[in-house]
Structure formats: structure tokens, C-alpha cells
């Protein structure tokens, strides 16, 4: 007998329509229905090996058995990444342009990004005294928007702010869908690619003047392994992968919002909290409420490992979701706890919202620095600096779509500045 006859088969001549109907649980509720932290399905007509928690987080992570090249589809590199970008590099090649990534998203650049996020919000408030509601995912993404560019040196008219937000939230939303959400974040990766290319080609000609160690220089500027400079092309695909993931945090700062209203007693705490309180606070949005859904690799070579063979060229999908609500990993995983963190050791590989490993090999996202400074200083402003009300609104969201976020967008009225 084969060793991957052991392993559990997921039936049906294809599983493909199973996976959008349960989105976010399809790996989790095999692993659960099989007692197995592997099982092998059939998607998109191919078959592809699911992956479950920290142990295979580990092997996926190893860039010795695993590569990306060839397993981010076309229609995700069109819509959120980019054709060819770094999410689909290996070896040096990977290594270089992280190194790039890294210099970019160090401890003083996620200082001045929470400052520039903390002074856009406290600016927000004389315009929301003066409405009857604020949506907070609208109000992040395009806070974020304008935070992003003016960090990285990227000129945006306050005219066309929302377009680009909404366009770099396009990109995202594309990520799981099908049909029009999809062709919508395919035509906003067009128009986003066609604005930044112009501004790298005019920074290159010297027809604007840009700061140097801004995003913006570096990628127009930046040489690959050959010393040649990258195309102007792919010098803005890789400038929207600094830009997109920053206005993406508008979704954890919407389930930010959900989680200060609906556990009331965390928020109190925050209320005279310290750093501590709120980095806690905002790590365990990352844990519980949904973002990445999975993340997949191709096998760099055979090997076999927990009685699974993995022959080469096959596709893997390792579950981020459900590894950050494994029982083994997260004591009452299905619970919002902020002080679970207070114990947590900080493993590379039990906690991936944003993937796995370590930073300067891997495909881990450099920016996790960045996201959980600027929800902080979200959080900061939400408890610290404001009152507002929380009107009858749809917070449900939905675990089939991918990605998903609260129907409402989160909704306040009544904004009022907090005296203390």
C-alpha cells in the first residue's frame, strides 16, 4: 500500500466549489472531521495536500522542501500581488529584494507610520462632529491611504484620495472572489499599476523631486542581483506590495472596533491600559478574527514526512486560520482574550496570521511590525481620545467569503472628543 493511501481523501471529482462555499473552515473542518493534520483534496482539477498547525507550519516554511514559484495563481498575481512580485520569488533572488522590504519596514519606520496614522485620526474628529454616522472601514481605509503615501513618498491629490483607497481595498477583496469583486480588483490593479509607473518614471527622469530612503526612492532606485535597475513596471508592482498591506489594516482596525464594543471588559481595561495592553489587545484580533484564509506552495523535491509523501511540483495549502484556533496551540481558542499573550513565547510558527517563519529567509510578511503599531495607535485613539456611540448595525460576517469583514463596516455616531 502507498503511503498516501493512509492519508485522507477529501471525495468528490473536485473540490473547488466545497472550498468558496466554506471559505476559511474548509481545512479546519477536514482536520477536524478526519482526526488528521494532512488530507489531500482535488482543487481547480489538481491534487493539492492540506496542512494543519504548528508542525506543518514548520516543513512548509522550509524553504529546503518548499518554493512559491508556481503556486500563486494567475488570477491572485493579476488582482492582489502583482505579476511576478516577490510572494512569487525563491532562493537569492527572494532574498534580495526582502532585504529591500525589511529596510523599509524597520522599528523607526513603524514609529513614524503609527505617529502619521495617530495625527490623520485625531485630524478626522472635527469632520466626524459634524456627521450623523462614520463607517470605520471607510474611514480607515482611506486614513490608511493617505498615511501610506506620505510615508513612502508617494504624491496623492486629496481629490482622488478615496479612489485609491478604494482601489489598493480592491486589490484585496479580489483575493477570494469570483465574478465581478474579482474583475473589480483586476481593473483597480490596472489603473494603481499605470499611476505608479508614471510617477517611478518621472522620479527616474528627474522631472520630480522625491526624499531619498522614502519607499519611493528605494524602488525606483533599488538594483537586482545583475546591478540592473528593475523596470519601471515591476518597480510599481512591488511599491503597491508596500502600499496595499497598509491600507489592508483597515480591516483589523474594523474587527478592532468590533472587539472594543463587543467585550466591553477588555476595553476597560484599556481605558488607563499600557503599550502592553494595547499590543495584547491588537494580537488577539489578529488571532481571532479572520484575514488570511491559507497560503500555498509548490514542493521543491520528494520527500515524505508524517507518513505523506510530497512529490514534487504538487501544491500545498497550509491553513493559517485554523492554526491560529488550534486547541493544542491557544487555551479556549474560540475565546477573545487578550492576556493570553502576556505568557505567549512569540514561535515563528504557532501564531501566522500574517504567515510563518522567520522574516529575513522566508515568505513572512516584513510589515507585521507595521500592522500591529498602527492598530495600536487605532486602538489608542478609539479608547483614548473619543466617545462615540454604537448604533443597531449588522457586525456578522460572513466565513465563506474571502476575504470577509463585519457587513456594517462597523458604524459610530455621536463621535465626540474624549476630556480627561
Known sequence: MALNDQLPHEKGLDNSITLMQEGYLFIKNRVEKYQSDLFEARLLGQRVI?????????????????????????????????????????????????????SLMTPPHQKRLAELTMEQWEASLVKWQGVEKIVLFEEAKEILCRVACHWAGVPVKEEELKERADDFSSMVDAFGAVGPRHWKGRRARTRTEEWIRRIIEDVREGKRKVV???????????????????????????????????????????????????YEDKRYKLESGTDNDFEMFAQEVRRFYPFGPFVGARVKKDFTWNGCEFKQGMLVLLDIYGTNHDLRIWKEPNEFLPERFKEWKGSLFDFIPQGGGEVEK?????????????????????????????????????????????????IMCNVRKKYQ
Not at 50 to 62: L, P, S, T, V
Not at 374 to 397: C, G, H, R, S
Open 50 to 102: 492540506c496542512m494543519h498547525g504548528e508542525e506543518a507550519a514548520k516543513i512548509f516554511y522550509d524553504t529546503e522542501f518548499f518554493q512559491r514559484k508556481g503556486a500563486t495563481p494567475k488570477r491572485v498575481q493579476k488582482s492582489l500581488f502583482g505579476e511576478n512580485a516577490i510572494q512569487t520569488m525563491d532562493g537569492d533572488a527572494h532574498t534580495h529584494r526582502k532585504l529591500l522590504f525589511m
Open 212 to 262: 531619498e530612503d522614502s519607499a519611493l526612492y528605494e524602488l525606483a532606485f533599488h538594483r537586482d542581483l545583475n546591478d540592473s535597475l528593475l523596470d519601471s513596471q515591476m518597480a510599481a508592482v512591488e511599491l503597491i506590495n508596500v502600499l496595499r498591506p497598509i491600507v489592508a489594516i483597515s480591516t483589523f482596525i474594523t474587527f478592532a472596533g468590533v472587539a472594543l464594543h463587543k
Open 362 to 410: 522566508g515568505h513572512r510578511c516584513p510589515g507585521e511590525g507595521i500592522t500591529v503599531e498602527v492598530m495600536k495607535a487605532t486602538l489608542k485613539y478609539l479608547v483614548q481620545k473619543i466617545n462615540y456611540d454604537v448604533p443597531d448595525q449588522d457586525l456578522n460576517f460572513s466565513m465563506a467569503k474571502m476575504p470577509t469583514l463585519p457587513e456594517s463596516g462597523f
